[in-house]
């Protein structure tokens, strides 16, 4: 049956009660940009209809809502992205290539380019893997192989609290104990506010949770049966999970490190509070000291003072972020997707 025959068998009264609120929600849309003052009653409108379909007929009532939620995930997503390449458009064809291969950034001779911004992004993001890589992987394998239960059921929720944390707090704290002894170290000789590396394993230690939680996941989701069959070869615990559990969830813990460099490519408040506004590359581009400004940073530093075609460039900024996680994103589902056909016995 498809969707449109079941939407025709449902009872008259709620195809009405559901096309009614599903109207309600569309000119609610509309007069945000529309009328803003109507919009308050058009949702006042659209929750008195949904309570009363509620009454009436509970279960159809909620596969209603979940419809409206997933078409309006879809919408929103899908506005966000044409309005990011519309007001983008100024940036790419005046300036063109030039964003990706020039150097120089000048606001006031129009001068724009991406290339420090993107270097530094990509600085940071190396540092953090290295931070979040390696003892994400740890912190899974102590978690899913070798924690008792007690142990875990204590740090597995401090992790995740982790997540919790506001970005700000991290970047504060960056800034203030991090930042602020690295800078006190004469031999090092850093500028005066913040530095890629600290930025980088600031935001590497924000990154954490995510690829504990995701490996962990991957770990605990390999059958204890490819265990048992080891243990019964006489093999130990650590060889096991050396051998066995860790190649067969490499595509999970490939994808937990994934969704953490996406995590750490789009950090925005970290990055902002502990780096300079520096639009240059650092001199030795190999300097991970030195203190040249993220995509997310320029967005956050210049968007309330940029107009035009700087505006425009920001934009640009914000496109490029967009396609890099959403790449990442399906990246890591893909190679999610693939262990779980692999542990499932399908190729």
């Known amino acids: 049956m498809t969707s449109l025959q079941r939407f025709a068998s449902v009872d008259p009264g709620e195809q ?6 599903g109207s309600l929600v569309f000119l609610a849309f509309v007069s945000v940009f529309a009328l803003p003052q109507a919009t308050i ?17 509970r279960e159809q009532t909620a596969k209603f809502l979940f ?17 990011l390449l519309v007001e983008s458009v100024p940036a790419f064809s005046t300036v063109g290539l030039d964003l990706f291969v020039q150097t120089q950034w000048s606001s ?19 540092i953090a893997m290295f931070v979040a890589g390696p003892l994400g992987l740890a912190g899974a394998i102590f978690l899913s192989e070798i924690a008792p239960g007690w142990a875990r059921e204590i740090t597995k929720p401090a992790i995740e609290v982790m997540a919790g944390i506001p970005s700000i707090v991290y970047g504060f704290l960056g800034y203030i104990v991090f930042s602020k002894f690295l800078t006190r170290e004469a ?17 590497g230690l924000m990154a954490l949770p995510t690829v ?23 093999v130990t615990d650590w060889q096991t999970t050396n051998s066995v559990t860790l190649p067969a969830a490499f595509s999970g813990v490939s994808a937990a490190v994934i969704l953490g460099v996406g995590r750490v490519v789009g950090e925005t408040m970290a990055a902002t509070v502990i780096l300079a506004n520096v639009t240059r590359l650092p001199d030795p581009l ?12 320029l967005i956050a530093n210049q968007h309330g003072t ?21 790449s990442l994103s399906i990246g890591s589902q893909y190679i999610e997707a693939r262990m779980q056909r692999k542990l499932g016995g399908k190729q």
């Open 41 to 57: 009653y058009l949702l006042g409108g659209f929750v008195a209809v949904t309570a009363y379909g509620w009454v009436t007929d």
């Open 67 to 83: 419809l409206l939620m997933t078409v309006s995930t879809v919408l929103i997503l899908g506005l966000i992205t044409i309005y």
């Open 286 to 297: 190999t300097d991970v000291f030195g203190n040249t400004i993220t995509l997310t940073s």
């Open 306 to 326: 940029a107009s035009g075609l700087q505006l425009s460039v920001l934009f640009a900024a914000g496109v490029v972020l967009f396609i890099t996680v959403i």
């Open 108 to 126: 006031g001779e129009q001068v724009y380019t991406l290339v420090p911004m993107i270097w530094g992004t990509f600085v940071t993001t190396i």
């Open 187 to 203: 031999t090092l000789q850093l500028p005066q506010l913040g530095s890629l590396f600290a930025v980088g394993i600031v935001i």
């Open 16 to 21: 009405a009660i559901s096309a009614v609120a």
């Open 212 to 234: 504990v939680s995701v490996a962990e996941d991957a770990l605990t989701a390999v059958p204890d049966s490819m265990r048992d069959g080891s243990h019964a070869l006489g």
